[in-house]
């Protein structure tokens, strides 16, 4: 039940916010089972963003835990 809570917060929080790439950006795609495919990129400062916000997480700890929690992402 935690692992699907989640995912549908990441979810819930895509929709909030449109996705911006800037040069030098990054990004890969990521989806589960229970979510729409949404995009995770690499900001220049190495942290993860989700929909062009920042998550103040560095890049593969941020992808290391949605693939954890089940979510799939690759280019």
Do not use: H
């Not at 900001?43 to 992808?63: F, K, L, R």
């Amino acid at each position: 039940m935690k692992k699907y809570s989640i995912i549908t917060a990441i979810a819930c929080s895509l929709s909030l916010f449109s996705c911006k790439k800037d040069d030098g950006v990054s990004c890969t795609t990521c989806s589960s089972p229970e979510t729409a495919s949404f995009q995770v990129c690499e900001e220049n400062d190495g942290n993860a963003s989700v929909n062009g916000q920042n998550t103040g997480t560095p890049y593969d700890t941020y992808i290391s835990g949605l693939e954890q929690a089940g979510a799939s992402c690759g280019n």
